[in-house]
């Protein structure tokens, strides 16, 4: 038998934050969904994590004008501007996320040898959308106006 907390007023939020794992789930997920588009979309500009240029592909490359670092430029403020969605609009801005995964998966098909980099974005994608469907929940709750 499982007891729910209390909502109220004299429950401290570190309390209802302990309770209640759906609450904990969203804000992991919207956390890492802020934090790491915002990373790597900088990134797009430095490439010190990866050179970004070599998962665009071919087909791809050839119909955007421009270099393929022109072309990272663009995705890491796409990227940016996902994360921010994401910080302050979840339930969107997790929707923006997804379609712009579906979007590198698209990509990362088109090159051969990048098919396990595919598969770990449709995780991410998913992730995406159990975040988007969180915080439904959360909106619904009213809850997401605390975080």
């Not at 934090?35 to 998962?55: E, H, S």
């Amino acid at each position: 038998m499982t007891s729910r907390t209390s909502t109220s007023s004299s429950t401290s939020f570190g309390a209802v934050l302990h309770a209640d794992p759906a609450r904990q789930a969203f804000l992991l997920l919207r956390t890492v969904f802020t934090v790491a588009p915002i990373v790597f979309g900088l990134d797009k500009f430095a490439n010190v994590l990866v050179d970004w240029p070599r998962y665009l592909a071919t087909p791809i490359n050839n119909l955007v004008p421009g270099t393929g670092q022109q072309a990272m430029y663009a995705v890491g403020v796409i990227e940016i501007v996902a994360g921010l969605a994401v910080a302050v609009r979840p339930r969107y801005g997790a929707l923006l996320v997804t379609a712009w995964l579906a979007g590198i998966i698209v990509n990362l098909l088109l090159i051969p040898g990048y098919y396990d980099i595919a598969l770990r974005d449709f995780g991410l994608l998913v992730a995406a959308l159990a975040l988007s469907r969180l915080a439904v929940a959360q909106d619904a709750s009213g809850r997401d106006r605390q975080a």
